[in-house]
């Protein structure tokens, strides 16, 4: 998930540091959830606080990349003084270690500092996705959508109608994380279950299965743009075809099967234990789901026209000497992968202006427009933060101190014997361990991916599968850590209906789903990995 700065939200989802400055609870108790008359702290309480702690200790994320940056320019300058050199595996090519602070440094800096935020892949992709995310948010049409996917559900089936539409839902960015909970939780009171099961089932899939889903958004935009990057540090990248759908095929079959295994902790194992719900004193009436005629209506025509607009894309791309073809008439490659992201846009662009015109919620040029500049608003600590981002990444591989990094992390990993899927299992549980205390999954990507993709390329790894096993552990844990702010939201939800609940009871409730989410979606990549399956269009387990 992604960060923001100054608690501005971005596509992904908030850092820590965002909640309030005295870290208390809507209720003014401590974070932990104790007050001065509760007995001495549990295991688990001692536990959260540590947690905490250690992330608050935690620079903003902009100020851990400048300090990185300055890191990397005083170890890059001191191995150019040694002259130290990387050999790379596979090549005859053998890259001298440049250092910053040279003369040769300082004039790179100086020609590329604004040439590698403007060309950062991230950059273009996120924001041309975010601004038809934002229209589809602002003119109603995902809230529609949910509201007649779950109403519509029958009692029994509800918990994985919610749990299937959840792991779909990274698309709404950070609007899923504060829309789809109460909502879920007004649906299931209106079907006679409890409440509580579907404010934390939402809140749990929405996050644990963050990175999962059919849909594509700016989140995948994001994780790509660093792999693509990343994987250029190696001369082996330049010959890789990387794309936005890299991981689809994994993402999408992921959240079936995550679908599934949360509706069943929904039903079978989170419900069962919260017993018969007593709505309390002053509980407001459950809310009318029923569609509105123009919302009816909205629909029937967005749906027909994204179906009209498939039928198109797919007439231009599958039939033999289809202008949409690859070299020589293949499928794959094709402008079709290479030009997903116009594709998305103009998916999402006809699907909101459409819903917009005949729901009537937007019927203006001029209000679309600011529609669309209002979600972009929402954006600003999110460039910040790739702007120094983009310094870092951009000096790991021209100073190729990024190679001799991963050059010698495969070096260590074969000296130790840790090979295969193993090797891919240990970066999930690292990738999940620092989730608890960098919750910002394009900080953490951008930290991690220009190590560790370089280093499992040289294994023989591509870079597809590093950016799909980074998607579980960096989605599985955000909702353990007291530095996932909207934790505190939920608990603020919780207390509508519990108004005795503690964080340390919401977060036990919620490792219901993170450890069997982590453990099933690693089985789902070792699934891939056994059978060699691809991980998306053209996007192979192995370099070959």
């Not at 002259?83 to 004039?107: C, F, N, W, Y």
């Not at 190696?234 to 794309?243: F, R």
């Not at 552990?473 to 939800?493: E, K, R, V």
Request: with cysteine; charged share 10%; proline share 7%.
């Amino acid at each position: 998930m992604m960060s923001s700065l100054h608690s501005l939200p971005t596509p992904d989802r908030q850092a820590a540091g965002s909640q309030t400055q005295d870290n208390r609870a809507p209720d003014g108790k401590s974070p932990d959830g104790k007050t001065p008359q509760d007995p001495r702290p549990t295991g688990l309480d001692r536990l959260l606080s540590l947690i905490e702690r250690a992330g608050n200790a935690l620079p903003n994320p902009v100020v851990l990349f400048a300090a990185l940056f300055a890191l990397l320019a005083v170890v890059s300058t001191a191995l150019d003084l040694a002259d130290v050199s990387a050999a790379v595996p596979g090549s005859a090519e053998t890259k001298h270690i440049t250092g910053l602070l040279t003369g040769e440094g300082l004039r790179w800096l100086l020609e590329n500092l604004v040439l590698n935020f403007a060309t950062f892949p991230p950059i273009g992709t996120v924001l041309t996705l975010f601004m038809v995310v934002g229209l589809a948010e602002k003119t109603g049409l995902l809230n529609t959508l949910m509201r007649a996917t779950l109403a519509r559900a029958p009692k029994a089936v509800l918990p994985y109608a919610l749990a299937l539409f959840a792991c779909q839902a990274h698309v709404m960015t950070d609007v899923a994380a504060l829309v789809f909970p109460p909502l879920a939780a007004m649906v299931f009171k209106s079907a006679g279950r409890h409440p509580v099961a579907g404010l934390i089932g939402a809140f749990a899939c929405v996050s644990a299965g963050y990175a999962a889903g059919f849909t594509v958004g700016s989140l995948d935009a994001t994780y790509v743009g660093i792999t693509q990057q990343a994987a250029s540090a190696l001369p082996a990248g330049d010959g890789l075809h990387i794309h936005l759908l890299i991981n689809y095929f994994f993402t999408a079959s992921s959240s079936i099967v995550l679908g599934l295994l949360g509706g069943f902790l929904i039903s079978r194992v989170i419900e069962p234990r919260l017993g018969p719900y007593q709505a309390a004193e002053g509980e407001p009436e459950p809310e009318d789901l029923t569609l509105t005629r123009d919302q009816r209506r909205g629909l029937l025509y967005t749906g027909l026209v994204v179906a009209a607009y498939l039928a198109a894309v797919l007439a231009l791309w599958l039939p033999s000497g289809a202008p949409l073809r690859g070299e020589g008439g293949a499928l794959l490659p094709s402008p079709v992968l290479t030009g997903m992201v116009p594709i998305v846009f103009f998916g999402f662009l006809l699907a909101a202006v459409t819903y917009a015109m005949a729901a009537r919620t937007l019927t203006t040029a001029e209000e679309m427009i600011t529609a669309v500049s209002d979600s972009l608003k929402t954006m600003s600590g999110y460039l910040v933060m790739m702007f120094v981002a983009a310094q870092v990444i951009a000096l790991f591989n021209w100073s190729n101190v990024g190679i001799l990094l991963a050059v010698k992390a495969a070096a260590a990993l074969n000296s130790i014997g840790l090979t295969g899927f193993w090797v891919i299992a240990a970066f999930v549980l690292l990738t999940a361990c620092l989730n608890l205390f960098i919750v910002s999954g394009s900080a953490l990507w951008s930290l991690a991916g220009p190590i560790f993709v370089p280093a499992f390329m040289l294994l023989g790894m591509s870079p597809a599968l590093s950016q799909a096993a980074f998607r579980i552990g960096d989605s599985a844990t955000g909702i353990l850590t007291p530095m996932n702010p909207y934790l505190f939201l939920i608990l603020g939800m919780l207390r509508q209906y519990e108004p005795e609940a503690r964080l340390g009871t919401l977060i036990a409730r919620l490792a219901v789903f993170a450890v069997p989410f982590l453990v099933v979606w690693l089985a789902i990549l070792g699934v891939f990995y056994g059978f060699g399956l691809p991980l998306g269009p053209g996007a192979h387990i192995g370099m070959k």
